[in-house]
């Protein structure tokens, strides 16, 4: 037996992406959110958003993953979108690798990226919710 067989790294194959992408014509906003977490709370997304003035209807772009899957964040075409906002989503699922503090707009090349508690969690810790707020209207409601 060739025990250098045994001797490299080996790295998991992500799954290929199988979640949901909405887009409309004049999407300004990327929310990225697990496919449960939404299904279970989409009236809180809506009310987040809607206090900073967007419609998920209307000028937000939602990509919606599936618990056990990942997605490239940089092979989305993003020609009008400044922002992302991930929720309950860690840098690694968007293929960042990079630490983030919750709640705080980071600035990339050509967006900001924030990334903030699952919706779950929003809903039921009212501490965290003042804190996603908070950073929202900083960016949002200046």
């Known amino acids: 037996m060739n025990k250098a067989f ?4 080996q790295y998991s194959i992500p799954k290929r992406f199988e979640g949901e992408i909405i887009r409309h014509d004049k999407d300004d ?9 939404y299904d279970m709370h989409s009236e809180l997304l809506s009310k987040i958003l809607l206090a900073i003035k967007f419609d998920l209807q209307e000028n937000v772009c939602l990509i919606k993953l599936k618990e056990d899957e990942q997605f490239n964040l940089s092979r989305l075409s993003m020609e009008n979108i400044s922002e992302v906002i991930c929720i309950g ?11 983030f503090a919750a709640n705080v707009f980071y600035q990339t090349e050509s967006f900001s ?3 903030t508690h ?3 969690r929003l809903s039921q810790d009212n501490k965290r919710k003042k804190a996603l707020w908070n950073a929202l209207q900083i960016k949002f409601l200046k």
């Open 29 to 37: 906003l990327l929310v990225v959110v697990y496919a449960s977490d």
């Open 6 to 9: 045994f001797d490299y790294d």
């Open 118 to 120: 699952s919706l779950e």
């Open 113 to 115: 990226i924030m990334l």
């Open 89 to 99: 989503i860690k840098p690694n699922v968007i293929s960042m690798n990079a630490s």
